[in-house]
């Protein structure tokens, strides 16, 4: 009789419990990938205001030393203002930024450059309003 509870001990587990704890990791899963893809869209988000941030103050300071806007973006990068134009996060390109152009040039005998940048994503970010108005 000993040796029978001996061997019905070492078996393993039952199907009942392999079927608990299917489920709770299922549970816990459940609440932790929602949470997770949460955190990962609020760092994107961070880093495109970064980005955005950076461009719009190179775009100034280039304006300001130049007397003139720059006619692209790739203008930042060669004179030395950006080493390279950022990625956006949301779309994963650097070519999906949306220039906004001057309506004049700010002096008479300069071609009108670019006044502003904002992404290209498409969607709503998390306070509300669309990636393209950040």
């Known amino acids: 009789m000993l040796r029978l509870e001996t061997n019905r001990l070492q078996r ?24 997770y893809e949460a955190q990962v869209l609020r760092a994107k988000e961070a880093v495109l205001r970064q980005n955005l941030f950076l461009m719009r103050r190179q775009l100034d300071n280039y304006t300001v030393d130049k007397e ?15 080493r390279e134009v950022p990625i956006d996060p949301i779309t994963g390109s650097a070519d999906t930024w949306q220039v906004v152009m001057e309506d004049e040039s700010i002096s008479l005998d300069k071609t009108v450059g670019i006044k502003d940048v904002f992404s290209g994503a498409e969607g709503i970010g998390s306070d509300g309003r669309a990636y393209s108005e950040w």
């Open 68 to 82: 003139e806007a720059p006619s692209s973006l790739q203008d930042l990068v060669t004179a030395g203002y950006l």
């Open 12 to 35: 393993g587990f039952t199907l009942l419990e392999l079927v608990l704890v299917i489920a709770v990791m299922s549970i816990l899963l459940a609440i932790a990938v929602p949470m």
